[in-house]
């Protein structure tokens, strides 16, 4: 039931600072979360746990009911990581190369890599682009890029950074589209954001964190209310007593 | 900028990327041996090969603008200042025949080289190139040829990258009025460290996502489908290079 399970993770950064301070937190298959937090609060650092990025000073990280440490592989076939700085996570000359990129690692045999490159550029809508080179795609195509690398390792949890910073409007819809239909066919998505406005409307759960530390963890539309608290600002539409209304709509 | 694959299905486009590659390296060094009559006929083949590729050749020189005026200035260079019978009787003029010559079958070799490698790369995908330099490593004890075609790779792909980036830091700087600065050392610095800072940065993010995506030891290798075509193709280019050494 619960894909990830991490229990009293603390962890600090090598000039002593700690940035995760008991971390105790489940995950269940198949939910969209959002994980909420001012720049700093950690965010990115309790995500690199969840594919042994970064491994556990202290505490356990749980990938369907195996510690992270013990089979990195099996964490980070599990988990696919997207993130933050699209331009610096993508490896291929071209957009098809990329994509293979993970897959070659996994060793896996030629005919299965084109399958599921196929499938995954297919489903980020970059099956049209699949020549063209990385760096002349737009901020949303190369968001999409990576998500697509991803993708074509075939995870079952879907992590992304921080997705839609410095994307226009379009670029944000084109990428939230595809977290979205993700989430329908069935992965667990865990997206990490400063700002709720763009997410809440689709997320199940929210988390907000603050330095190091999870403050509030439920229903979104209950725990959105504690944001400003947390140096988190209040999507306008729950200000103005309403509700948030979806960015694809 | 037009230098770079483009996709295809033309003749040149399916040839087995190690046989374009020999085919290049035979070319440059018979090419260092050829006249003009040789350097002629290789200009044309080139020529050829592009417009069979789909890729116009008139496109491919535009291209090379910049290549072109630095063999124009090879050519004048050498006209200059090799001894020999002047060309024109003008003392505002001072190039030699011999020089003209020397220059011009110098010049033709290099572009002849160029042309030939654009073909290359306009026609075969990077990672078919970088497979073949990986397949030709390979008998070389002591080189991780995997290691060394992932990192031919990333070079290729971040180059545009960090070219990007120098060129919006020096706007920035510009924008701050550096230009104000005499000292050239300053401005190179100004530019350099936050460069190499970026660029550290980039590479460790780099990093952590290829090994977020399993980059490692065993990967899986390219498929190399060679047929009669191949075959046939590798025997026309040492044909023609032996007929190019044979006329010269
Ligand atoms: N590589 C690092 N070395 C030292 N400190 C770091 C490093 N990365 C992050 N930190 C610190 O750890 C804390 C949490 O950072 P991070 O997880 O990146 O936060 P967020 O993603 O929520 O903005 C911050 O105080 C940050 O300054
Ligand atoms: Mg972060």
Redesign the pocket.
């Known amino acids: 039931m619960d894909i990830i399970k991490i229990s009293g993770l603390y962890h600090r ?3 002593g ?1 700690p ?2 301070e008991g971390i105790d937190l489940t995950i269940a298959r198949g939910s969209f979360v959002v994980l909420a ?12 746990h969840l594919n042994g990025l970064l491994r556990p000073q202290e505490g356990t990280v749980r990938i369907a009911g195996v510690p992270v440490e013990q089979d990195l592989l099996h964490a980070r076939r599990t988990v696919g990581m997207v993130f ?1 700085d699209a331009d610096s996570q993508i490896v291929g000359e071209t957009v098809s190369d990329d994509a293979a990129f993970g897959p070659e690692n996994l060793n896996w045999p030629a005919a299965r890599i084109r399958e599921s490159v196929d499938s995954a550029l297919e489903l980020v809508g970059l099956g049209a682009l699949r020549d063209r080179s990385p760096h002349l795609l737009s901020g949303g195509e190369k968001r999409r890029l990576a998500i697509a690398g991803v993708l074509a390792m075939e995870p079952e949890v879907i992590v992304l ?2 997705p839609f910073a410095n994307l226009d409007y379009d670029g944000v819809r084109q990428v939230l589209a595809r977290i979205v239909a993700l989430h329908a066919s069935g992965r667990t998505i865990i997206v ?1 954001v ?1 700002d709720l406005e763009k997410v809440l409307a689709h997320a199940q759960r929210l988390i907000i ?1 603050q ?2 530390r999870i403050a509030v963890d439920g229903p979104p539309e209950t725990v959105v209310l504690a944001a400003e608290t947390y140096g988190i600002r209040l999507p306008a539409a729950i200000r103005l007593g309403g509700m948030v209304e979806s960015w694809l709509r | 900028m037009i230098i770079g694959f483009h996709s295809g299905r033309t003749v040149v486009h399916r040839v087995d990327a190690r046989i374009k590659l020999a085919a290049l390296a035979l070319f440059s060094l018979v090419s260092l041996r050829t006249g003009f009559p040789g350097l002629g006929l290789a200009l044309a083949a080139a020529l050829v090969l592009l417009a069979a590729a789909r890729c116009s050749p008139l496109h491919c020189l535009r291209g090379l603008k910049w290549y072109l005026v630095l063999l124009g200035c090879i050519v004048a260079a050498r006209a200059v200042t090799t001894p020999g019978e002047p060309v024109v009787a003008h003392p505002w003029l001072p190039g030699t025949r011999q020089g003209l010559e020397a220059g011009l079958v110098l010049a033709g070799r290099l572009l002849v080289i160029a042309l030939f490698g654009l073909l290359v790369t306009v026609t075969t995908r990077p990672s078919h190139i970088r497979a073949a330099v990986e397949w030709y490593l390979r008998p070389i004890p002591f080189i991780p040829q995997q290691q060394v075609a992932t990192m031919i790779g990333l070079l290729v792909r971040f180059i545009p990258v960090i070219l990007a980036q120098s060129a919006e830091l020096d706007d920035a700087l510009r924008a701050r009025a550096i230009e104000q600065r005499r000292n050239p050392l300053r401005r190179i610095t100004h530019l350099g460290m936050p460069l190499l800072r970026r660029t550290f940065v980039t590479a ?1 993010r780099l990093a952590s996502a290829m090994e977020a995506r399993c980059y490692g030891m065993e990967r899986t290798g390219h498929q190399w489908r060679t047929g009669t075509g191949d075959w046939a193709a590798l025997g026309l280019v040492t044909g023609f290079c032996a007929l190019l050494l044979a006329i010269s």
């Open positions: 950064y090598p000039d600072r940035s995760l937090g001012a720049n700093g609060a950690g965010k990115s650092t309790l995500l690199k933050q950074d921080e990490c400063h964190l330095r190091g | 460790d």
